[in-house]
C-alpha cells in the first residue's frame, strides 16, 4: 500500500496518477508496491523503521517537456516531487526521497549526451546521463577530452554536481559543481530556465562562460529545491600528455604542519591532482603491538614518544602521494620542485617515484592500472572502490549485510587543524563507542581548498540496533563537529536538519534566506521538500525563529 | 518484513547454490547476446573478471569467492551454471548485502529477462 504524501488524499493522488499516466505513458508510472519498493534506499539507516523514507510513485520523463508537464500536474495538485537523477546517491540517499510520500522523478531516461565539444573541453548532458556513459561516448568518438570521475562510476555526472560531489583530477575539474558551467531548470511553475550564456536565445557558448549577466542563480540548485535540472554544460580536462605519481614522507608527527603547507603551496599553483595523504605510522598499528599500547596508554602518547618509536623502526608518521598531469617534461620538473621545496622545509624527508603513464594508454594498459594505482585517478570510471562498502572479508566471511553513510564535516586545510579535529573527534567517537585515529588523521583532499575529515558508518538491512547506533553516532559527531566551527558538506537525509542547524550564523539568517526563496519560487513546496535542509511553509516547525 | 527477503535471498542462494540443479534454458542466442550487452553494462564492473583495488579481485567477485569459498561455484558470475531466473530476479530487484536493487529504468522487464538468458544459457 502507497506512503501518501503528507496532506494528500487518496482521491487527489489518484487523480494525479492518472493525469501523470496521461502525460508520460501509463508504462511510466510506476505504483504498484513491487516497483515503488526499487525505490528504497539501500543503504539508509531508517530501513525498515517508520521514519524511513519511502516513495508513494515514480514517474520517469524522458523529455524535458514531460518534466514539465509532471511538474505541472504536481504544482496544481500539491503532490510534492523528488527528483533523482541515476540514483545512485549511496549514503547520501540513492534513490528515495527526504520527505516520505513524495513521488520521486526518476530522470535515468533522459540520458543523452548533448554535445562533447574537443576543442572547446566541454560538455552538455542530461541527468540521466552516468560518468560511464560520458566516457563511454567520447572513448567511442576517440575525442582527446578526460572526465573528471567520483569513485563509483554509475553516477549521474549532473546529480553528483548537483550534491557536491567530487573527483580526483585537477582542482578546477574535482569540485563537480565548480567545473559546471550553464545548466537548464524546469522551475517549481513547470517553466523552463537556462542560466549563464545558456539563457540566450540564440547560445552559442552554453559551456564556455557560467556567468553570462546579472546574478549567478545556478548556485540554487545545488543541493536545494528551486527546480529539477534536466541538462548542465561542464568543463572537461584536455587529455594529458603523460601522468606521474610521487610519494613524499617525512619523519615526524609535527611534519604534518609543514608538509601540508607545501602542498597547499603546490595545488595552489595548479601543479599537483587531489593530494593523498597517508600515515605510515597509522598503518603500522596492525603489526606493531608496542605501537598499539603506546596509542592506548592511560594519558596519552606523547610526541616525543611516537617519534622515538617511528626513528626506532624507521617508519615515517606521515607520507603524501602527489599527482601530476600534463607534458611529460613539465610534470618532471614539477616533481623535482617538489621534491626540493618539501625537503628545504621539512627534516628528513624522503621520496620514491610512483607510477608513469603516457596517453592513451592501451586497453591492456588501462586493465592493469589497479594493480598498483587507481583509475579514478586518470579519469576512468569504475566501481571498484565497493570493495570498501562492506561485506564479507576473509575475518567476517559468513557477512551478508554491507553498506555505509558518511559522516563528512569540513575542516581548515592546515596541519594544526588535522591534528586538533583528530584529537577533538576521537574524543567524540569515544563518546559513542567508535574508534577513531586521534594521532594520525588523514583528510580527503577532494574539495581543493577544505579538507573532509570523511567516516563511514555501518548500515545494515538485518539489524536495526546498528542503524540506530549509526544514526546516534552522527547526531553526535555532528554536534561535536558544530560546535568546532566544521560544518559537513553534505548529509543523508535523516541528517540534513541537524547538518543545517550548525549554519546558525545570525539566528540562522541563510536557512531563512532560503526559506524566503523557497516561498517565493516553490509557494505550494513541491519541490524535493528537506533537500538542503529547505523546507517549504507548510512543513516547517520552525516558524518562531523566522 | 525485511529480514524474511533476505532470508529468503539466503536460502535460494543455498538452495540452488549447492544442488546446482538448475535447468539449462531454451533463450534464442540473440537473448543471449543481448543479455551479455545488459550483463557488459550493469554487472561486469562488479562481477568481472576485472582487477580491483589493490590488484584484487573486483568487489562483487570478491565477495562471491568468499561465499563460495568451499565450494565448486565460480566467483565469477557469468561462468555460473547453477543460478535461475527467479534467484537472479530477487537479487536484482531487491540487492544483497552492499549491492543496490536496479529500478526498471536502469533494467527493465525486458532486460532482465536477456540478462536471465545470458547468466543461465550454460546451465547444466
Request: proline share 6%.
Amino acid at each position: 500500500m502507497a506512503t501518501l504524501p503528507p496532506g494528500i488524499s487518496n482521491e487527489v493522488f489518484s487523480n494525479a496518477l492518472s493525469r501523470f499516466e496521461a502525460a508520460i505513458g501509463s508504462e511510466w508510472v510506476f505504483k504498484s508496491d513491487e516497483d515503488v519498493a526499487l525505490y528504497r534506499d539501500a543503504y539508509s539507516p531508517e530501513r525498515g523503521e517508520p521514519t524511513e523514507r519511502l516513495v508513494s510513485a515514480a514517474v520517469a520523463p524522458d523529455s524535458v517537456e514531460q518534466v514539465q508537464a509532471i511538474v505541472r500536474i504536481a504544482n496544481e495538485l500539491k503532490i510534492p516531487l523528488y527528483p533523482i537523477s541515476t540514483g545512485k546517491n549511496l549514503g547520501y540517499g540513492g534513490s528515495a526521497p527526504i520527505l516520505s510520500g513524495s513521488v520521486v522523478v526518476d530522470l535515468k531516461r533522459m540520458n543523452k549526451v548533448i554535445s562533447v565539444d574537443e576543442g572547446r573541453c566541454s560538455c552538455v548532458v542530461e541527468p540521466g546521463v552516468s560518468y560511464f556513459d560520458l566516457h563511454r561516448h567520447i572513448r567511442e568518438r576517440d575525442l582527446k577530452v578526460w572526465i573528471d570521475c567520483p569513485d563509483p562510476g554509475w553516477g549521474s555526472v549532473v546529480g553528483n554536481a548537483l550534491d557536491h560531489g567530487v573527483g580526483y583530477t585537477y582542482g578546477q575539474y574535482r569540485d563537480h559543481f565548480g567545473s559546471h558551467c550553464g545548466m537548464e531548470v524546469v522551475l517549481p511553475n513547470g517553466e523552463v530556465m537556462r542560466t549563464g550564456m545558456a539563457a540566450l536565445a540564440n547560445e552559442d557558448s552554453w559551456a564556455d562562460y557560467k556567468y553570462g549577466f546579472g546574478p549567478y542563480v545556478a548556485g540554487l540548485f545545488g543541493q536545494a529545491n528551486f527546480g529539477i535540472v534536466t541538462k548542465m554544460g561542464f568543463w572537461l580536462m584536455p587529455q594529458p600528455e603523460a601522468y606521474r605519481t610521487g610519494t613524499i614522507s617525512v619523519p615526524k608527527r609535527q611534519d604534518i604542519i609543514p608538509l601540508v603547507a607545501q602542498v597547499n603551496h603546490l595545488e595552489n599553483q595548479g601543479l599537483i591532482g587531489q593530494p593523498g595523504f597517508r600515515s605510515p605510522m597509522s598503518a603500522a598499528q596492525a603489526r606493531e603491538p608496542e605501537l598499539r599500547a603506546l596509542l592506548e596508554k592511560e594519558g596519552g602518547a606523547s610526541d616525543a614518544e611516537l617519534d622515538r618509536f617511528a626513528e626506532s623502526k624507521g617508519i615515517p608518521s606521515w607520507s603524501v602521494e602527489l599527482k601530476f598531469y600534463g607534458p611529460e617534461q613539465t610534470i618532471a620538473g614539477s616533481w623535482e620542485y617538489a621534491k626540493a621545496q618539501i625537503s628545504a622545509a621539512v627534516p628528513g624527508t624522503t621520496f620514491e617515484d610512483g607510477v608513469r603513464y603516457r596517453f592513451p594508454l592501451s586497453p591492456e594498459e588501462e586493465a592493469q592500472v589497479h594493480r598498483n594505482h587507481r583509475l579514478v585517478d586518470i579519469g576512468v570510471p569504475n566501481l571498484a572502490i565497493f570493495t570498501i562498502a562492506g561485506g564479507r572479508t576473509a575475518q567476517n566471511p559468513d557477512n551478508a549485510d554491507g553498506g555505509q553513510f558518511y559522516f563528512a564535516p569540513i575542516v581548515p586545510r592546515t596541519g594544526e587543524a588535522l591534528l586538533d579535529a583528530g584529537r577533538k573527534m576521537a574524543q567524540a567517537y569515544r563518546e559513542v563507542g567508535l574508534r577513531y585515529n586521534e594521532y594520525y588523521p588523514t583528510p580527503a583532499c577532494w574539495h581543493y581548498r577544505a579538507f573532509i575529515m570523511i567516516s563511514s558508518l555501518p548500515v545494515s538491512r538485518l539489524d536495526p540496533e546498528i542503524n540506530r547506533h549509526s544514526r546516534e553516532a552522527y547526531a553526535h559527531l555532528a554536534q561535536v563537529a558544530a560546535e568546532n566551527g566544521w560544518g559537513e558538506y553534505r548529509s543523508p537525509p535523516f541528517g540534513v536538519d541537524m547538518v543545517m542547524d550548525a549554519y546558525s550564523f545570525n539566528n540562522h539568517a541563510l536557512r531563512r534566506f532560503n526559506e524566503t526563496l523557497k516561498d517565493a519560487v516553490d509557494p505550494n513546496g513541491i519541490i524535493a521538500a528537506g533537500r538542503g535542509g529547505i523546507w517549504p511553509k507548510y512543513l516547517r516547525d520552525n516558524e518562531e525563529d523566522v | 518484513m525485511k529480514k524474511h527477503l533476505l532470508y529468503m535471498v539466503t536460502i535460494i542462494a543455498a538452495c540452488h547454490g549447492l544442488t546446482a540443479c538448475a535447468q539449462g534454458t531454451s533463450s534464442s542466442s540473440a537473448e543471449v547476446t543481448q543479455g551479455k550487452e545488459v550483463y557488459d553494462k550493469w554487472c561486469v564492473h562488479c562481477h568481472g573478471t576485472g582487477i580491483g583495488l589493490g590488484g584484487g579481485a573486483l568487489p562483487g567477485t570478491q565477495q562471491l569467492a568468499i561465499k563460495y569459498r568451499n565450494s565448486d561455484i565460480p566467483a565469477v558470475l557469468d561462468q555460473r551454471t547453477d543460478m535461475t531466473p527467479e534467484f537472479i530476479e530477487v537479487i536484482v530487484r531487491q540487492g544483497v548485502s552492499f549491492m543496490p536493487q536496479f529500478r526498471k529504468t536502469e533494467v527493465s522487464d525486458s532486460e532482465l529477462a536477456m540478462l536471465n538468458a545470458y547468466l543461465t544459457r550454460n546451465n547444466r
